[in-house]
């Protein structure tokens, strides 16, 4: 039986506290605002007053794990002891930002812990885990299948002590956002390296630096997650110092890899919330509506959902809550195969699982009355994001092949 550590309960308690004070009853102010603001990239008040409400309730970077935990006033959380934390803030898509625990910013700042150096962690890291600052992830590209990370083609060359960039990159996660000042550029500075892995190298490019045309905000299924919002980002002769590169030249790749890991079971755990809001919501709604002369919820169809649903996302929990254990006992690259189980597994589940719950709900389910429209949206973005599922399947499948018939 999973145990939590008694931090994490006690977090736990209070960020349930803190969801029913302050986050649940200002989802409609919210909504509201960004249905009328006329600059939907601008920061928004309220998430700022829930900031320093989150700061002040000790609820503030919990995302970051024990061996990295000097840089931060607490002393670090599991991965374990973290998931029912993410899974919590899932249950509304925008309050991660609250807590300062959001996707790119969490993998962003764990970069600049595991591979900035102490200037460039001064500058950037220190500000983004004061949340001051938000920044930006460039990895994927409009004109070539960024399932192979090695096709990046943006083009990253040395020019005396200078870095110039020129492609075109897309789906940039806060790229519009107007509180993002960094970006963390991945390209191509070596393409004749015999070894792919080695060709790309990463720097460091701050948003207001000449040459950057952010071209358009993207939607997904309609959605434009304003105010991080998804972008399309052109460079054209950016230059940037040399020092601005991150670990070294041609290390771009295992950057990635080591960035990328915790990113996708972050993903999950916030799935799991959404997952779990979704079916409290149906069930509620099957006890509340009537149909040919009785509930909903006696339905035998909707018992059927209700109770493929439950089943689904206990199973999808606990293959979490173990991929957890393990990255927590042998670190993220040693716990590939769960990490890559969870990221195949988990947004499909949560997807078909929302679907039903939106089905129980009739015509209303498809509106922003409720959670669930936008968490399918997040379902159906997450088994592309931080690569598509088929790549994981492959990488997964030849492991699990090589693991049964080695001799």
């Known amino acids: 039986m999973f145990e939590f550590s008694e931090k994490s309960q006690q977090l736990q308690k209070k960020l349930l506290t ?11 102010a919210y909504a509201e605002y960004m249905h009328s603001v006329e600059n939907r990239w601008a920061p928004v008040p309220l998430i700022d007053e829930l900031k320093e409400k989150a700061k002040a309730a000790g609820l503030w970077n919990l995302f970051v794990p024990p061996s990295l935990s000097k840089f931060v006033d607490h002393d670090g959380l599991s991965n374990f002891d973290y998931a029912p934390l993410a899974e919590i803030m899932g249950r509304v898509i925008w309050s991660p930002e609250v807590f300062n625990c959001n996707a790119p910013d969490t993998g962003n700042m764990e970069v600049f812990m595991k591979y900035g150096n102490q200037q460039q962690q001064e500058q950037w890291l220190t500000p ?21 990370a090695t096709n990046v083609e943006l083009s990253i060359v040395r020019d005396g002590d200078e870095w110039v960039l020129n492609g075109k990159k897309w789906f940039i996660t806060n790229a519009k956002y107007e509180r993002t000042a960094i970006f963390i550029v991945m390209g191509k500075s070596d393409p004749e390296n015999p070894d792919r892995h080695k060709q790309q190298t990463q720097v460091l490019v701050p948003k207001d630096t000449a040459g950057i045309d952010i071209v358009r905000p993207l ?52 799935l799991i919330g959404i997952g779990q809001r979704s079916l409290e919501l149906a069930c509620d709604r099957a006890s509340s ?18 109770s493929k649903s439950f089943s689904e996302l206990e199973m999808v929990r606990m293959l979490v809550l173990k991929t957890c254990l393990k990255m927590d006992e042998v670190g993220s690259k040693d716990a590939m195969d769960l990490i890559a189980a969870s990221k195949t597994t988990v947004p499909i589940m949560i997807q078909n699982l929302i679907d039903r ?5 009739g015509a209303g389910g498809l ?24 790549v994981h399947h492959m990488a997964l499948g030849k492991m699990i092949i090589n693991r049964y018939t080695a001799s």
């Open 18 to 28: 803190f969801m029913d004070e302050h986050i649940y009853p200002n989802e409609k």
């Open 367 to 390: 509106t922003e009355d409720y959670c669930m429209a936008e968490g399918f949206n997040y379902a159906r973005w997450c088994r592309q994001a931080d690569g598509p599922d088929q």
């Open 289 to 306: 509506r009537s149909t040919f002369g009785r509930q909903l919820s006696q339905h035998q169809s909707v018992r059927e959902d209700i």
């Open 128 to 148: 983004l885990l004061n949340g001051d600052i938000r920044s930006s992830y460039l990895m994927t590209e409009p004109q070539v299948a960024c399932s192979d």
């Open 357 to 361: 719950c939106m089905q129980i709900h």
């Open 219 to 270: 939607t997904t299924l309609g959605y434009d997650d304003a105010p991080i919002g998804h972008a399309e980002v052109h460079f054209n002769n950016v230059r940037v110092p040399v020092e601005n590169v991150l670990l070294g030249e041609g290390r771009g790749f295992e950057i990635a890899q080591g960035r990328l890991g915790p990113g996708r079971i972050h993903h999950c755990m916030r």
